[in-house]
């Protein structure tokens, strides 16, 4: 038997469907008479797009960044050496590889990662000439025969640990061959003293790297510090002979830098009178810059925050 909907439903059911009915005619008048105009395709076109429901993409935890290793930021760079005429290798810092972290008041750059000054000397392992890498290829005839007969004659070739990367012992043992060459040549004393710089960070990079669980961490790090002091004495006589000298540029630096430099090796070597004297031509020059400048009055501090001490 056909169901029978009781009174009260069937006035519901038949206003649902009348309320279907005007939807359906409200929906093709809105754009009835178009025909008119012969867009016969409007009927059921609705006034408002229907939302796409978007879907929720998982959000990705960011991959920690690689910090390459110090052996990724390095390669063997071919050089011809000017004293022997022959080909060979030496390690160098890939351009743009190493990060710049800070710079030291001397001027001493740091990198995450690696120490990019072990590998600024380039060593000829056929006749021994070496040099810092910006004086490497300036020799003359008269420094070249110096060098073949004082130091080619009894070189030996030393073998490295490891062949990826220098160790700061192996690296002092370059820029020492260096010096030596530099000495034997009689280079430029701004070379002498820029390289003599260049050891006493190297010590410094060696001290702040030492692992403080070892033994005799405490031995060390006073050793190293000695070192380094040394050298910096060194660099520091030998940039207040050069200035007087020499001519600006001086070892890629301008006179302001230079000076700015000569006047830390001053505070660092405790001659806090010559540095104060450096350190106010600079801040009352006009020609030095303003960073240069700010870093004058940086150590300018740092000499008052001493002599309190």
């Known amino acids: 038997m056909p169901c029978k909907l009781e009174s009260g439903n069937q006035n519901e059911y038949t206003e649902v469907k009348a309320g279907s009915r005007r939807n359906e005619v409200a929906m093709s008048s809105l754009f009835s008479g178009l025909e008119r105009f012969g867009l016969t395709g409007m009927k059921d076109t ?4 229907k ?4 879907t929720v993409e998982k959000s990705v935890e960011p991959k920690a960044p690689h910090f390459p290793e ?16 022959r080909q060979f290798k030496s390690k160098a810092v890939m351009s743009g590889k190493a990060k710049l972290v800070s710079i030291d008041t001397d001027l001493r750059p740091k990198y995450q990662g690696i120490d990019c000054i072990k590998y600024d000397v380039v060593v000829c392992d056929k006749c021994g000439y070496s040099a810092l890498t ?7 005839s008269q420094q070249r025969k110096a060098v073949q007969e004082n130091i080619s004659s009894n070189f030996k070739a030393i073998e490295y ?25 009689k280079g430029r004393i701004s070379e002498r003293a820029y390289t003599c710089l260049k050891i006493a960070w190297l010590y410094r990079g060696e001290a702040e790297n030492l692992d403080m669980s070892e033994v005799d961490y405490d031995t060390k790090l006073a050793e190293l510090r000695d070192l380094e002091k040394e050298f910096i004495t060194s660099a520091y ?5 050069a200035m007087s000298k020499e001519l600006f540029p001086i070892c890629g630096m301008d ?12 505070r660092r070597c405790k001659d806090y009178e010559t540095s104060a004297k450096l350190l106010s031509q600079i801040i009352t020059s006009r020609g030095a810059s303003s960073k240069v400048k700010e870093r004058a009055r940086e150590v300018r501090d740092l000499i008052k925050q001493e002599l309190m001490r």
């Open 46 to 49: 609705e006034i408002y797009e």
């Open 51 to 54: 939302e796409e429901e978007k």
């Open 70 to 85: 110090e052996s990724e930021m390095i390669f063997d760079k071919t050089y011809r050496c000017p004293v022997c005429d």
């Open 134 to 140: 910006r004086f490497f290829n300036s020799v003359t």
């Open 161 to 185: 640990e490891d062949e990826k990367i220098y160790s700061y012992d192996e690296a002092v043992l370059r820029y020492q061959l260096a010096l030596a060459n530099a000495v034997i040549k």
């Open 237 to 241: 006589d030998g940039f207040v002979s």
């Open 255 to 266: 006179e302001y830098t230079y000076t700015y430099v000569t006047a830390d090796l001053a």
